[in-house]
């Protein structure tokens, strides 16, 4: 029988009730599909810090790198915004490192558009409807996240981030943007801030040099403010935006919202580890640990059930159960079933365990 290892992540606030949800699912859809699904969770996060005194203890990391993948909640809040030193900070201490070790440098983050959403989308219905289908690709392991130097004075006077990126580094996310752009409409839009940045001005020089290799996908280049307003203004014109860590994270987040909210907005990240199924990678919801909707049931779990439909595919290669899952999500959605946040105003809303259920009940496999 075919058989995978799962590391669990459900971290802070919202995290552990949509991988709770997430996790029932996949057991469900592993006895269905006839494969073995091995799933142990791991503390990450101000949980793991409070336990630990780290927000990334070792067995944690450990328990990633022996799995074939990893479905992570989300870290933080404001428990641990003040943890001292910063760098213990469950983002900083945890997440972004998790990332690096890895070798997680490619970010997918695709804003799909379900027509039964059009009215949840924050802009006009005529703007989205008819196919609103962007994929971010997001460089995830260098930039201002990672560059050193990065710290305040020892007065409190003065902070520093610096942003340091690699041919190396830049070559090789621009290449993840021209093949998945092959896969799809052969649009890519790379996006910097080559006006400004000279990180950005080598990201150019380094996508115009890589071109002639991909005659067949038409490149673009769009500085990143004007990107954040053509999104609102007309996100259709885009197929595949390519960007470093920073404005991949921030324009993501814009994305998402025109899919009806940030509960609807998975990801992949992905390195070059294979795995028997395809690619070791970290799936998570695009969104954080919203601390004030924590352990009220209300989330939309959505978000963190289709990274676990990427999950299957890209890692496990478990193509049926990933196209199930997604058409049951599909379907939850078609028949009407809302949490809060998707919810047009009068439309009766369900819970985040109900949600689950609603997608399990709709999963035909
Ligand atoms: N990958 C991660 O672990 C991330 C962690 N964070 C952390 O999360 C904490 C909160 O950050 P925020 O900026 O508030 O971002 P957030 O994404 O947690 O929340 C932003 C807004 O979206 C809502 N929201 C988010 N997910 C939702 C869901 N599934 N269903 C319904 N509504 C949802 C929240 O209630 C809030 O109004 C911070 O500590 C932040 O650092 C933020 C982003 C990513
Ligand atoms: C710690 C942050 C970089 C997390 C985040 O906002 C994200 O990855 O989207
Ligand atoms: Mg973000």
Known sequence: MRSYKVALLPGDGIGPEVVGVAAEILAYLAER????????????GGAAYDKYGHPLPEHTLALCKESDAVLLGAVGGPKWDTVQPPSLRPEVGALLPLRKELGLYANLRPARLSSALASASSLKAELVQDGLDILVVRELTGGIYFGQPKGRDADGSRAVDTCVYTRF????????????????????????????????RLWREV????????????????????????LVRDPRQFDVIVTENMFGDILSDEAAMLTGSLGMLPSASLGDRHTQGGTFGLYEPVHGSAPTIAGKNIANPLATLLSAAMLLRYSLGENEAAEALERAVEKALQDGLRTADI???????????EMGQAVRERIEI
Do not use: W
Not at 343 to 353: D, F, L, S, V
């Open 33 to 44: 599909a006839g494969f073995a699904l091995e799933m142990k969770e791991a503390p990450i």
């Open 169 to 200: 580094e830049i070559e090789r996310i621009l290449r993840v943007g021209f093949e998945t752009a092959r896969g799809r409409k052969r649009k890519l839009c790379s996006v910097d801030k080559a006006n400004v940045l000279e990180t950005s």
């Open 207 to 230: 996508a115009d040099q890589m071109a002639p290799q991909y005659p067949d996908v038409e490149l673009t280049h769009m500085l990143v403010d004007n990107c954040a307003m053509q």
């Open 343 to 353: 919810a047009a105003a009068h439309q009766p809303t369900i819970g985040t365990k």
